[in-house]
Every structure is written in C-alpha cells, then in structure tokens.
C-alpha cells in the first residue's frame, strides 16, 4: 500500500505497481437514485481516501467482460465486478509515482455500445502504459471512468422529462468526470489544461459527441473504432418507443402521470433491469437536452470548415482518430439472428431504403459479393464489410478531411493472433488490446513491437507532440499498423483506400448517393 497527500482530496490510500502509483474506485460524482443528475463529489476534510480497490460499476451484464475478452479471443483474469446503481460513478488513476512538473493527463472512455463496460475490466487496465510513458520520458497521467448504462445512462421519454429526469445522463456523468479532472488533476501533478479525452468505440461516439458543448474540459481528442458518425445519436420518438416497450415489460400503465411513471421505474432493482433491457433495444444517446442538441452528418462534415456547427471545434486543437481493418466484426453478435438468408434479406432492405436509385443497392451487393448463390456464413461476413467500410473507415476519414485544425489518422491492420472465429483478422478492440500493453506476452515479438510503436505515438499525441505527420484532405496519409507495411509500422501516404489495405466500393458511390443515406440503409436494415 502507499499514500498520497492530495490538497483537496486528503490523504488517498493507493497501490504502486514499479513506477507507477494507481487510485482505483474514486468517486468523482453523487446520485441521489439511478436515475438522477449527477452532482460533483468532494470528500470531507481530513477523510482517508481508500483507493487500493475497483468500485462498483454499473448496472450492466455481469458478463460484459467476458463478453468482450471473447471479442478480443483472449481471456485475461478478472475479479468478480460489484453492481450499483448509486455507486457506481467513480473512477481509476494512474500516474507515475515520481514527476516534478505539471503532466499530462488523457481520460479514457470505455465502449460497448452503451450498454456494456467498466474501468474495472482488465484489459483496460492504465498500468502498464502509464509505465510505458515514463520509460520514453513522457510521463503521462491515465484516468478511467464509469458512466451510466442502458436505462439508468439513457432510457429516455418526454413523460419521463416531464417528471424531471434528465436525458443522456451517461453523457452527463462523463461531463461531470471531466469537471472533477479540472478541479482536481493538478493536485495529482496533473496539467488541467492538457487534458485529451480519449474513447474507444461507443466511448469515440461520446468523446466526439462532447464537441457539442461550448465549455472546454479537454484540448485533444482521440476516437478510436467509434466516433458520433458511427453511432449517431437517435431522435426523440426512437426513444419514446423504447420506452413503451419498456413500460409494456415492467407492466407500468403508460397513461399514469408522469411523476407515478418515474416513480414506478425507480423502483426498479438492478436485476430486473438486467432480465429487462437487451442488446437490440436502442439505449443510446438521444437528441435532446443540452449535450445532445441535434444528429451529426457525413454531409455537415463535407461543407466548408466554417460551416461545420459544433462549438468544441474552437477550443478542442487536435484529433486523432483511426478504424480497425474489420471493425464490422462487432456486429456478428447483433445480427446473428439474421443471418439465415442474410443475402436476400440484405438485398431487399437496402432495395426499400434506396427506392430511388435501385442501382446503388444492387452496386452495394454486387461490389461486396452480397449474392444469393453463397453460403450465409460467407454473405454474413461480406455484409460486415460493408459495415466496417461505411461506419468505421469513411466515418473516421470524413472527420478528419473535416477537422478545421491538425488531425492524425491511423489504421489497425493487425491479424488477431488467437483462436477464435476471426483469428486473422484487425478485429474491433484489438486496436484497444495493443495500445494499453495488457496482452503483450500472448503476442509475437513483431506485434509486440507494433503495439509498442501504437502506444508510443499515443504518448506522444498526449504529450502535445506530432505523433506522425498530419492528414491532408489532398494529399492523405495515416500511420499504418501491420500489412501492407513491412516490419514496424508506417506512415503511408496516398488518397486511395487501397494504400492502406482499404476497399473503395462507397467512395465510387458517392456521387450517385450520399453517405447519411447509406448510413440509414444502415440503420433499417439493423432494425427490421
């Protein structure tokens, strides 16, 4: 055990691992019930602080981990996860336990598309790159943070505004994170004014989504595998029907008065919630209130930079944002249940959404060998190609042809090295896998060293340094992480999807149809 003597916060018990001193389970923020704001937290004076042990998560699948691990194909030991739905926003520290001036401090948003995750998972676990940045004399400070989930981040209806609860309180709570880092990193040895907001798939969708707001909490930006072109927030009446749904399996009368309404839903304990909420129900972040003022689109990001309208594009400098070369592997797990004659199903929903220009749909199938006459497997995996290149690789180029000041693009073309359904494949989270260092003995020296180079250019962004040249909307460029290069990982230039192992099938499309109309060819076949 060690001690630290924070000014504000008191004493703080922690656990030193070599050269790194880590805070686990801080609370950074109150609730009064499940479902209420999230008001920032300050302990009481002379208060030990213990720090030395995960708080609760919250109320999520007890099995998300191994869920996720399963994802990645390789398990990593793990204590079982303590449940809360008042307890549960806290969040983990790492920094070097030595530093004399101020560092800097990037906040870590998990994924799991708002309805999974936890700082507590292994695999993201801050240790070992914290270690890593002192090594390369760039010490670093690693936060993580929990947020609310499924219903409790982000069930949403105007009843349930009408009783004064708010919407994308998941949102919220990652706000009022980063409100405690202001007030509190520096007396960690922090800089509160080099502070880079990082998130990895539905925690890139947060990170960018943050941009809505006009109070600067974070300078820098890295959106990894996720960002809020990805996974868009819904509109108003998506939710509403997710709430009746709701309603409808909890048995609430939906014309009960709005306050009878929320007071029923907060008496809902944890474990119906779990037995309650599933994976193809939309908890997402919704447009309304504050945050979450509208839908973001491929199209705004195409107008001229003074026209793109999000207030953080003043005050947020740099962006790094990169995809996985088969980030579409994440949605085997949602439409599994389509996968009988997926071809003909595919077909038709892209035919109803495209009605008028049936061509591009049959461009879509034709280009992705999308046919009736393959297997469902092989149409499955051809359709999340389709996916991978839409929702990750254009998304992620689109912000960053976009993006008014620097940005760095990066694309993961690692092999996942284990057994497992996509054993050779750059499969969603391996990106994440190799940057925190955590499954470095369980991988071969030469993506040991790429996941080395990975961390190393993170730190460096972090640090405020050019981690690799910039992305020119002309002339292209992202560093590369495994084939086509050879050896350690380059920096590749050239506007051509093929450069960097990318398929150019939308890219020929798009002057016959625009990409906010294929994500939404997206979206219905999803959820037909």
Known sequence: ?????????????????????????????????????????????????????????????????DMELSLIQKPLPHEPFQISATECLNLNLSMPSEHSKPLPVFVFLHGGGFMIGSNAWPQYDLTRIVALSEELGQPVIGIQINYRLGAHGFLYSEDLGRAGIKPNRGILDQQVALRWVQKNIAGFGGDPSKVTLVGESAGGASATLHLESSEPLFTQVVAMAGNSLMLQPIPLETAEGAYREVLSLLKINPDSPPQDQAQSILEVSPSVWLQTITPNMPMLPVVAGDIVQ???????????????????????????????????????????????????GFRSSLLSTLDEDPSVAEAICTGYNITDDIDDDTAMFHVLKFFTDLLFYVSAITIARGWPGPAYVYHFNEPNPWEGPWKGEATHILDVAFLFQNFNEMLESKQQVSARILATDFIKFVSGEEPYEKYEASAGGARVYGPPTSGQPEFVFGTEPENYLRRKNLWDMASKVNFDKLHQAFNDFISS
């Open 1 to 65: 055990m060690s001690e630290f003597l924070h000014p504000d916060l008191g004493t703080i018990k922690g656990v030193r691992t070599g050269p790194v001193l880590s805070f686990r389970g801080l609370k950074y923020a109150s609730l009064e019930n499940g479902f209420s704001d999230p008001v920032l937290f300050s302990t009481e004076a002379g208060e030990v602080v213990e720090g030395r042990f995960h708080g609760p998560t919250t109320v999520t699948n007890p099995m998300g981990c």
């Open 294 to 344: 509208r839908r973001p689109t491929y199209s705004e990001w195409t107008q001229p930079q003074s026209e793109v309208q999000l207030p953080g594009l003043a005050w947020c400098r740099r962006i790094m944002i990169g995809d996985c070369q088969f980030d579409g592997s994440i949605f085997a797990y949602m439409i599994g249940h389509k996968k009988a004659n997926i071809s003909r």
